[in-house]
């Protein structure tokens, strides 16, 4: 048998102020490490859920965003018409959709952000059963109606209920706050695919994108082979959310990368601060390591003990940084999406996995804390060190 | 029998046993070809100056140290042989230590402390309470098992201190100055304690001491002089 745990743990316990800094010190590195990643991974999780396995994107060739793509209305009839669509009483399951950026002042500070204006088909509803009204009614075909994306109501200026927009030389009603279940939607304001077009002085017969629902997702390779196999079309199609999936990379990327880096120049300082609470309680227990190795405890347990007060009070810093950033999961923020260059609100995401991340980091800032001074008491020579006051 | 002539038989036999300390281009000889037996049961007692190198004969006697030169035997082990782990068990095993300072662990109580050297053995828990709770009796201190060594007196320290000592049974106590922090009373306290471990139990007691009054309580007494052992009084075979 070992040192004693109940050693390890009592010696923490007194020395309770300079574990505390080196507590908090990693606690803060954590946390910071902990957000950054949460961040990232409620970007991701608002994108992807934008997509449905169910549903197909169709763009054209060569077009790596929505917004750089241009349909028209003949290759969307033929589209309508591929096999694995999705049909009801009202036709094929498709939503020919056309994309404007327009800039509206936030709320928060005043200055403009661009939202992503969305002009979409009646069929719409059918392709996105997800996105639901909750409050006021949907657009009217035909009318210079937008209905808003729910964290788009609450980020831009002028979109209450009711209240008039303009943009385009029209001015649009809002009538309806759409819910699209936290995906990218909600940062969105929908109307009329046909009067965007007309607003915007565009072509008609003009569409950014088709997304289609098909009758199940396993039907998206019969339906991608028929399009990419039709001699009139030059399209690329994806499984919708895999196109989200992509359209996250550059943002989530840039965030975990940067998340990475910060928590890495904090954990090398709350390395120090551990090596600094480890030093410390080692040189003021010079003496009790010296009766243990006296007493025949070898050296490989006081390593361990010492190792393990280390782990112990990493784990406190882990356990009280994970606690600190807690109350950030489900927290909105918002930041441009560099695919479509407009603001997409998305909550803080601190999963299961992302916590055991924070605390397996915490434990290796212990174990690069303590081991140097748990090496240097293993090895300490007994005889001098029971010399030492 | 305590002899100095390197010719004895006793548990403890030291040959040749020369100790150097390097201090720059110094070279302090601090024990220098010396040679002693003891036998089992004894209470032997050495005296000398500060810097004479009793505790540094001490802590070699115990495998604390290891020698420049020369060997020491215990129980027919050859401990400046055996590695550092081995020499860490064999103190485990054999060597109960009685400090100047006490040296309890001030997070553990009384009976924790005492209990420390039974954790590196395989006695069940139960088999450790109770030895535990010997020990402490035979010190004195039953009552006083889950008191921390702050809430004890200098001689209750040093009272736990020898029952952790002599809770394994080992094959000696070696005893560096155990009186030297203590007022008179508990100074008498802890020798009659010593005394009645070596007369009762026939414990093997090797006592450093500054203080003639605790020497003059060993039978046998040693004085060493500049890491030479000079002197003796007792049953002593030159």
New interface residues.
């Given amino acids: 048998?070992?040192?004693?745990v109940?050693?390890t743990i009592?010696?923490a316990?007194?020395r309770w102020v300079p574990n505390l800094v080196a507590v908090v010190s990693i606690a803060g590195t954590v946390a910071v490490f902990v957000s950054m990643l949460a961040l990232a991974s409620g970007f991701r999780a608002t994108l992807v859920a934008s997509g449905s396995a169910q549903n197909a994107l169709v763009r054209r060739a060569g077009s790596t965003a929505e917004v750089e793509s241009v349909l028209t209305i003949e290759e969307v009839r033929t589209i309508q018409d591929a096999p694995g669509i999705a049909r009801d009483d009202q036709g094929p399951q498709v939503s020919p959709e056309a994309l404007v950026i327009v800039a509206r002042p936030l709320r928060q500070t005043g200055t403009d952000a661009n939202v992503q204006l969305r002009g979409v088909s009646p069929r719409v509803w059918a392709v996105r059963p997800n996105v639901r009204i909750v409050a006021g009614r949907a657009f009217t075909p035909g009318l210079p109606e937008v209905i808003v994306g729910k964290h788009a109501a609450r980020a831009y200026q002028g979109t209450e209920l009711g209240s008039t927009l303009r943009f385009g030389g029209t001015a649009w009603k809002v009538v309806g706050i759409f819910d699209a279940g936290g995906t990218a939607f909600d940062s969105e304001i929908w109307c009329d695919a046909v009067l965007l077009n007309q607003a915007f002085q565009r072509p008609a017969q003009i569409f950014q994108s088709v997304t289609v629902r098909l009758v199940s997702p396993d039907a998206f390779s019969s339906f991608k082979d028929a399009l990419t196999a039709d001699p009139r079309l030059r399209v690329q199609v994806d499984r919708e959310i895999d196109y989200y999936r992509k359209n996250s990379q550059a943002v989530t990327r840039m965030i975990e990368i940067l998340g990475t880096l910060v928590a890495f120049i904090m954990g090398i300082g709350a390395v120090f601060a551990g090596l600094n609470t480890m030093y410390s309680a080692l040189s003021a227990r010079v003496?009790?390591v010296?009766?243990?190795?006296?007493?025949?405890?070898?050296?490989?347990s006081v390593l361990g003990a010492f190792l393990l007060e280390a782990l112990l009070i990493a784990a406190i810093g882990g356990l009280a940084g994970l606690f600190l950033v807690l109350p950030l999961n489900g927290w909105t923020t918002s930041t441009i999406n560099w695919q479509t260059f407009s603001h997409l609100s998305f909550a803080f995401r601190v999963t299961p996995r992302l916590a055991f991340e924070g605390f397996f980091f915490a434990l290796g800032i212990g174990f690069l804390g303590g081991l140097p001074p748990a090496w240097r008491a293993a090895r300490w020579?007994?005889?001098r060190a029971?010399?030492e006051l | 029998m305590v002899r100095l002539d390197g010719q004895g038989q006793g548990l403890i036999q030291v040959r040749g046993l020369d100790k150097v300390y390097r201090r720059g281009s110094e070279v302090i000889h601090v024990l220098q070809g010396l040679n002693l037996d003891v036998d089992a049961g004894e209470f032997v007692a050495f005296m000398g100056p500060s810097g004479s190198g009793k505790?540094?004969l001490l802590?070699l006697l115990?495998g604390?140290?290891r020698p420049s030169a020369g060997r020491i035997i215990v129980d027919g082990v050859d401990i400046t042989r055996l590695s550092?782990?081995e020499l860490?068990?064999?103190?485990?095993?054999h060597v109960g230590?009685v400090?100047q300072?006490f040296?309890l662990?001030?997070?553990?109580t009384a009976f924790?402390n005492v209990e420390?050297?039974l954790?590196?053995t395989r006695l069940s828990r139960a088999e450790r309470r109770q030895r535990v709770e010997a020990a402490l009796r035979l010190v004195g201190l039953a009552d006083r098992m889950k008191h921390y060594p702050r809430e004890l007196s200098g001689g209750q320290e040093q009272r736990v201190a020898i029952a952790?000592a002599i809770v394994t049974d080992p094959t000696f106590l070696l005893c560096d100055e155990p009186t030297g922090d203590l007022d008179r009373r508990s100074a008498e306290e802890i020798l009659d304690l010593l005394v009645a471990l070596h007369r009762e139990f026939g414990k093997t007691i090797l006592l450093v001491t500054h203080d003639m009054r605790a020497a003059e309580r060993a039978p046998v007494v040693l004085h060493l002089d500049k890491g030479v052992l000079v002197e003796a009084r007792g049953g002593v075979g030159v």
């Fill in positions: 048998m070992g040192i004693p109940l050693y009592r010696s316990q007194v003496r009790e010296a009766v243990l190795r006296a007493l025949g405890f070898g050296a490989l020579p007994v005889a029971l010399r | 505790t540094t802590n115990g604390l140290d550092n782990s860490a068990r064999w103190r485990a095993r230590f400090f300072t040296n662990i001030p997070v553990l924790q420390l050297p954790l590196l952790r």
